[in-house]
């Protein structure tokens, strides 16, 4: 199992996994997983780990994006729709 890294190399880094996601936005995992399967949260997949690879700056931008019209009440479908 590979080390986690600190909070300055996943910082400085341009792509993350789902767990830095989750340490980096405060989210839950299982969130972060679900917006990626319903297409809300784009990715990167090296093939021959099959270890998606989340862009760090965008998918903060886009979670706080989810977060904020989530707070406003909108559903997810619409939220989608947006995206």
């Known amino acids: 199992m590979p080390r986690q890294r600190d909070s300055d190399a996943i910082q400085s880094s341009e792509y993350v996994t789902i767990g830095e996601l ?31 690879r989340y862009p760090r700056e965008a998918s903060i931008k ?15 479908s619409q939220i989608k729709e947006m995206l």
């Open 22 to 52: 989750v340490r980096l936005t405060g989210m839950r995992y299982s969130t972060l997983k679900y917006y990626t399967e319903e297409g809300m949260l784009p990715f990167k997949q090296a093939e021959e780990k099959l270890i998606r």
């Open 62 to 76: 886009r979670l706080a994006l989810i977060k904020k019209l989530k707070s406003e009440n909108y559903s997810i």
